[in-house]
Every structure is written in structure tokens, then in C-alpha cells.
């Protein structure tokens, strides 16, 4: 079975540039998370979905961040205007039941903005 | 606040070595949950295992160990006989509550390097 699936895998663009990044998650799971990690801050949840409507997105860092979940095949995390403090790697993950704890991770977005 | 400490920025050990990794919890809540998570090199975190607060039973899988100690507030992980494969970095994580993926809280993670 395909795990979860994230594109681009690596993006360099430049600041001020609108950025897109795709996560599929695995078939059946209803909650799905987005996730940043930079070596500063560590791991952070910035958002996630259950059954496609945001439930938390306290950790979203500013306006200039949004996440969308048109369907439980699909999600998207754009940055509007990018900026080079958004160069991080972030990490899609889904699980069928958040209450167990064990989230299935997406190779990750390594994104650097120049 | 909730918060997890891994004190251990890299660690290197050389193969076949026993290697222990440290995490350290904060939290006011009595029920909580803990876990490790696994990074490879290729990226993507891989859940390795989830123990309750009420749960300090010592867990053993395989080659991988875990001691949960609630008096010192840690959980810490252990590798016997090392191998090269074991080569990743390891985070450890906290969750309140009901113990669900909703909002955990990582640690900076450790880096191991296991040598030939």
C-alpha cells in the first residue's frame, strides 16, 4: 500500500513567491497533519484535519500560511508571501485514529526560500 | 506547559555497542502518553512505540528497549548490539490527555551514528 505521498519533494524559490505543497494521505485514514521541522524549532504542528475541516490551527505561524483539505484524498499547505524564515522541511501525515498515537509520515517538503 | 527534552544532540557508537537515549518529560497532566519516533535518512518519521502515563511496565521489542521511570519524569530508549541500519535520528514525543496524535510535542531529537 502507498504510504503518504508529498510533492514537491524539494522547492527552492525566492521570496515574495506563492508556495504550494501537496500531500496525499493514505487511503482511509480521517485525520490528517501538517507538520514543520527546523533545526531551530524542532518539530511543530501547525495545523491539522479531521475528516477534511481544520480542527486546530493554532500552530499555523502567520496569515501568510493556509491549508486546505478539499477531500479526503487531498491537501495543500500555501505560503503567501514566502519569506527565507519559511525554509524548513514540512511533513504531511494522516492516521485513522488519532487516539492511538501512531501518525504515518510523508517523506516531507524540504523548502528554501532565497 | 508540556515539554520534552532529549539532552542528546548526536550520539556515536560503534557497531554491535549497546546505546541509550535519553528523554525527559514535563507535564502537570496525570494521564498522558509517550513515544519515540524513528527519522531515517530518507526522511519520513517512523512510529516505533506509544506507552501510557498509568503504564510503567519496561518494554522490549526485539533489540529495542524502553524504561519508563514517571519518578525522574523519563522515558528512555534503548539500542543493544547496534547496527548500521540503526543509524537515524530518534525523537521522542508527549501527548496529554487522551493520548491521541492531535497535539504532540517533540523532542529536538537525537542524532545516532553507528559506525562499522
Known amino acids: 500500500d502507498a504510504g503518504v505521498i508529498q510533492s514537491p519533494r524539494h522547492e527552492v524559490t525566492e521570496m515574495g513567491q506563492e508556495v504550494t505543497l501537496r500531500c496525499k494521505p493514505i487511503?482511509?485514514?480521517?485525520?490528517l497533519f501538517w507538520y514543520r521541522q527546523t533545526m531551530m524549532r524542532g518539530l511543530e504542528l501547525l495545523i491539522y484535519f479531521n475528516n477534511n475541516v481544520p480542527i486546530d490551527d493554532s500552530g499555523m505561524p502567520e496569515d501568510r500560511f493556509s491549508a486546505k483539505m478539499p477531500n479526503a484524498s487531498f491537501s495543500t499547505l500555501k505560503i503567501q508571501p514566502s519569506e527565507p524564515r519559511d525554509s524548513a522541511v514540512y511533513f504531511c501525515?494522516?492516521?485513522?485514529?488519532?487516539?492511538?498515537?501512531?501518525?504515518?509520515f510523508g517523506e516531507g517538503s524540504r523548502l528554501t526560500v532565497l | 506547559a508540556q515539554k520534552v527534552t532529549q539532552a542528546q544532540t548526536e550520539i556515536s557508537v560503534v557497531e554491535k555497542e549497546d546505546v541509550t537515549l535519553d528523554c525527559v518529560y514535563e507535564t502537570r497532566d496525570t494521564t498522558y502518553y509517550l513515544f519515540w519516533y524513528k527519522q531515517p535518512p530518507s526522511g519520513e518519521l517512523v512510529f516505533l512505540i506509544r506507552?501510557?502515563?498509568?503504564?510503567?511496565q519496561n518494554e522490549i521489542s526485539g533489540r529495542y528497549s524502553w524504561n519508563f521511570q514517571k519518578s525522574t519524569s523519563s522515558f528512555n530508549f534503548t539500542i543493544t548490539a547496534s547496527q548500521v541500519v540503526d543509524s537515524a535520528v530518534y525523537f521522542c514525543?508527549?501527548?496529554?490527555?487522551?493520548?491521541?496524535?492531535?497535539?504532540?510535542?517533540f523532542g529536538k531529537g537525537t542524532k545516532l551514528t553507528v559506525n562499522p
Open positions: 514525543a508527549l501527548s496529554e490527555g487522551q493520548g491521541g496524535s492531535e497535539k504532540l510535542v
Open positions: 506507552r501510557n502515563s498509568f503504564d510503567e
Open positions: 501525515a494522516s492516521t485513522p485514529r488519532a487516539y492511538t498515537g501512531e501518525l504515518f
Open positions: 487511503s482511509g485514514h480521517d485525520y
